[in-house]
């Protein structure tokens, strides 16, 4: 180990000392001479701080803890990071020395900190270091309570920080992905085959991530969550929810949370979910155990099969159960792509000829990447990106999977036939998870070509975040004449979809009215006096042509498009027919 490796190991474990409260006074001291006389020593502090803060607060990059809504907590953190720097590097007795909060003593440090203030602002890449370690604690504070920083130990935690840096063992794959995920500890986004090591956190800010770990342990993120790895390849959840399941043969794990560790055996699958104070566990399959924290009186606690339970810590610093119990429908993701099967009879594909569609995809081949248009040599759709052909029993479905790139269908000559007269879309889908999403869509390339194409329709599932009324995962039917970003008529279905599932869909506008369709059954109405614009291209499970905005995760099937407007009776018969 050459000089520059042994200060940078020297420094990390005093500064990781420091920031948990372990270090002793003269640990404090030597780290203070090392920074102040050693270049070296000041950017590895940098590095250091910078990946604590991100593990701490939950943010995914250093400009997220610098900006937005932080100027008033500034203050007090320098003052408090550099009141700590002082005590260090002035001798006291171990009966004067305190452990120090960064939110005490605000006024004592304002009188006392200011000459010590301009000599250590020569050294901006410490001044800065020490303010992001310090707001990150200070985060952290105010989120897990004043109970679990002064009971570290008490607690299930993250395992020390300085094993983050000792080590490097492989504990966990990044295997797909439908938005962004980043390693919030090296600063950069993950792709599908990534590894992550042990103590690495990542984060994923929407969509769908899954991770498989070395111990079997299968996890699917749903955004926004955080989670980390320790050393021993256990997963901690810190936020969000995660839906994770063991294969036969699998040993026994454990999902760590601050409320305690959610234990599960060979074959089980539960959803997890962390949120500030709060956890939440249902069992899909087999049985979980929640453990009692270390060293508290809470009781450990057996779910089974469809059971669900939150908790809390209340004021007496022990858990509380919550009335309120999880359903499945809070963890969408626990469910295979290939949980349902579509079984499309010789009847239906005879209905849906008959019924004179303009374009019938049946995806049952793609040549030269073109999707067959079964009614006509026109409208034929290019397949691009991951988006594949899957044969489900007799029938072939179209899935668009996880990542950047998850795919598309882009129908290069116009409906012109749509223009001024009515028109309906039907289709069969099964969206893999809860998801903001377009299905299908009619885009005018002509207005922005490759900034920004004008939407004429979209077909777009919903969720939380975008939700209206009271639906909190609907499907939105759009409708816009002319063509654009803004404007438009849309209605919104009084019923969530359902992830995992088929699901039959169909969008009509008759004269004024814009009715859609679930399963069979009318869920929207609105009204919108114009028609559909000319030159409009198809674009199916993206939002644009050109880019991955809004990609569709899931499965599709029976897409057919008329000029004509669909009946109620012949939107149910199809329904009946596969259902």
């Excluded at 897990?144 to 504990?171: M, N, W």
């Excluded at 359902?498 to 009204?527: C, F, I």
Aim: net charge negative.
């Amino acid at each position: 180990m050459d000089d520059v490796q042994k200060l940078r190991r020297e420094v990390r474990e005093l500064l990781l000392r420091v920031s948990s409260g372990d270090a002793t006074e003269d640990q404090e001291a030597t780290l203070c001479r090392m920074i102040l006389e050693s270049a070296e020593a000041r950017q590895h502090v940098v590095v250091i701080m910078h990946q604590i803060a991100t593990l701490e607060s939950g943010a995914t990059s250093l400009s997220e803890l610098v900006s937005g809504g932080l100027s008033e907590l500034e203050e007090l953190a320098v003052l408090g990071a550099l009141e700590k720097l002082k005590k260090a590097s002035a001798p006291s007795s171990a009966a004067s020395r305190t452990t120090l909060s960064p939110i005490v003593h605000v006024q004592e440090c304002r009188r006392s900190i200011h000459p010590f203030l301009n000599q250590v602002r020569s050294y901006a890449p410490l001044f800065v270091a020490m303010m992001i370690g310090v707001m990150g604690t200070i985060l952290w504070y105010r989120h897990f309570g004043e109970e679990r920083v002064q009971s570290r130990s008490s607690s299930p935690s993250l395992a020390s920080p300085i094993d983050t840096f000792l080590s490097d063992k492989v504990v966990a794959r990044l295997v797909s992905n439908t938005g962004d995920v980043w390693n919030a500890s090296a600063g950069h986004r993950l792709k599908s085959g990534d590894r992550l090591h042990t103590h690495e956190t990542i984060t994923i800010q929407e969509g769908l991530a899954k991770l498989d770990l070395v111990s079997g342990l299968i996890l699917h993120l749903e955004g926004p969550a955080m989670v980390s790895v320790d050393s021993d390849g256990v997963p901690v959840l810190q936020y969000g929810k995660v839906v994770v399941g063991l294969p036969w043969g699998a040993k026994n794990v454990a999902v760590k949370t601050s409320l305690g560790e959610v234990q599960l055996g060979e074959d089980d699958v539960a959803g997890i979910g962390v949120f500030g104070s709060g956890l939440s566990v249902y069992v899909f399959r087999g049985d979980a155990f929640i453990g009692a924290r270390k060293n508290t009186e809470d009781e450990s606690l057996l779910l089974s099969e469809g059971e669900g339970r939150t908790l809390s810590i209340g004021p007496s610093g022990k858990r509380a159960l919550y009335a309120r119990r999880p359903d499945k429908k809070m963890f969408a993701s626990w469910k295979s792509i290939t949980s349902d099967r579509l079984l499309v009879t010789d009847a239906y594909v005879e209905l849906i000829t008959k019924s004179q569609p303009i374009c019938y995809w049946r995806f049952e081949e793609v040549v030269d990447d073109k999707v067959l248009n079964e009614v006509s040599d026109k409208h034929r759709g290019t397949l691009s990106g991951k988006a594949r052909l899957v044969l489900q029993g007799n029938n072939h479905v179209l899935e668009f999977g996880f990542g950047p790139d998850s795919g598309h269908v882009f129908v290069e000559d116009s409906f012109d036939e749509l223009v001024g007269t009515d028109y309906a879309f039907e289709m069969w889908m099964k969206p893999n998870h809860f998801q903001r999403s377009i299905i299908v869509g009619l885009v005018d390339r002509r207005t922005r070509p490759q900034e920004e194409e004008g939407n004429a329709f979209l077909l777009e599932t919903q969720t939380q975040q975008v939700r209206q009324r009271d639906v909190e995962y609907s499907i939105r039917f759009l409708h816009r004449s002319p063509p654009g970003a803004r404007e438009g008529t849309s209605c919104y279905s009084s019923r969530d979809y359902e992830p995992g599932k088929w699901q039959h869909l169909a969008a009509v506008k008759r004269g004024p009215k814009m009715l859609l369709y679930l399963n069979g059954s009318l869920v929207a109405t609105d009204e919108d006096d114009t028609s559909l614009a000319s030159g409009l291209n198809l674009v199916v499970g993206q939002l644009y042509s050109f880019e991955s905005v809004r990609p569709f995760v899931g499965q599709l099937d029976e897409l057919a498009v008329y000029n004509r407007a669909l009946s109620s009776k012949e939107i149910k018969s199809r329904y009946e027919m596969l259902r």
